[in-house]
């Protein structure tokens, strides 16, 4: 059996991506029913949010589901307490630049002790290597194709490179929406398969319709990294939010740029995804949004993923070299 299924007791080894203000309860129902991991993006959402979303889930799905954390001290007690009370099936936990080993070790104790399995996302190797000696379940590497928070290496360089260093599955996360991209990870030994920008145009998916329709029209070069110069790179659609951004860090030091930014990204992202605002929100989303064509139901882009991977692999026998 595929060992991601079987860790977090899944039938299809697919991921959907945690998405503050995106992956709510409707959408991480429809992921987990489907028979992927639907995972709640509460990363930085007050304790009553987080209760009534786990509360609301449960109510839609009895299968497996997560909920997303981010591997900072500031955070960790607080979610800690949420976990230990309510038993979320997986806990989810995001990392920025430079994961620390001894609170890895300290919290994953706790989260397994209360009967969660743990998931972390790296974007380095290093913060991979520190998490599974910390004892995590599962490893998602992120290349930075990816949407939303990033850093500077491609998901084709991260999983060859992780799965040759760890024992435990490693799950491919970064530019992947349908088959071709299922079975290029599996090319590479990746495990299972994290899709993020992908489920923002399910059926399921409560955020506003500008942002589907703009997901579906985005080609090739329709995102840009803003953040480069203060250390918080994100992947977003290139609007007027993005040139601003990014001529704020162009004329200012770092320490100028990140006091400005700060409180403009803050409020941004909620400013697209549930007020519509293309232009002043930021819309965040990965490269693969050039792929993604059409508005269907959380199972269908599962289903059709995982039918046109196996497609693909069934013709690669023949393939001359
Ligand atoms: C709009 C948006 C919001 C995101 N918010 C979060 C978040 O709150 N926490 C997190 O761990 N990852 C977040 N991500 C990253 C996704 O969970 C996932 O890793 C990423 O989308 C995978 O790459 P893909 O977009 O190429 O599929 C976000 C991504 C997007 C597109």
């Known amino acids: 059996m595929n060992r991601v299924c079987e860790i977090l007791g899944i039938e299809k080894p ?47 799905t009895d299968k ?12 960790l007690d607080h979610i800690t307490s949420i976990i230990t009370d309510v038993k979320p099936p997986v806990v989810y936990a995001d990392t920025i630049d430079g994961l620390d080993s001894a609170l890895c070790k300290k919290y994953f104790d706790i989260w397994h002790e209360a009967g969660c399995k743990i998931i972390v996302k790296a974007s380095h190797i290093a913060d991979a290597k520190i998490a599974a000696d910390a004892g995590v379940d599962v490893i998602i590497v992120k290349g930075w194709e990816g949407g939303g928070h990033v850093t ?7 999983v ?3 799965v ?29 398969f994290e899709l993020g920008s992908a489920f923002m145009v ?27 110069s203060t250390d918080e790179p994100c992947r977003q659609i290139k609007n007027k939010l993005a040139n601003e951004l990014i001529k704020i860090e162009a004329e200012n030091t770092k320490a100028a740029a990140a006091e400005i930014l700060r409180p403009v990204a803050e ?5 697209a995804m549930m007020e519509g605002d293309m232009e002043d929100g930021a819309v965040m989303v990965g490269q693969i949004t050039a792929l993604i064509t059409e508005i269907k139901p959380a199972a269908a ?20 070299f």
Request: no cysteine.
């Open 14 to 60: 697919v991921i959907q991506g945690p998405m503050a203000w995106i992956s709510t309860a409707p959408l991480v129902a429809a992921v987990s029913n489907a028979g992927g991991l639907g995972v709640l993006g509460v990363g930085f959402a007050p304790e009553p949010f987080i209760r009534e979303q786990i509360a609301a889930t449960r109510s839609m």
């Open 64 to 75: 497996p589901f997560g909920i997303n954390t981010i591997m900072i001290p500031q955070n």
């Open 152 to 158: 500077f290496e491609a998901t084709t360089v991260l």
């Open 160 to 162: 060859p490179q992780a």
């Open 164 to 192: 040759d260093l760890l024992d435990i599955p490693v799950v491919a996360s970064g530019g992947i929406a349908d088959g071709r991209g299922i079975a290029a990870a599996i090319a590479m030994g990746a495990e299972g």
């Open 202 to 228: 399910a059926e399921e998916t409560l955020v506003h319709p500008n942002v589907k329709q703009v997901v579906i029209a985005a080609g090739d070069m329709s995102t840009v990294i803003t953040g480069y």
């Open 267 to 271: 409020s941004s992202l909620k400013k």
């Open 301 to 320: 882009i599962i289903d059709d993923a995982i039918a046109g991977a196996k497609e693909i692999l069934a013709k690669i026998p023949a393939f001359e």
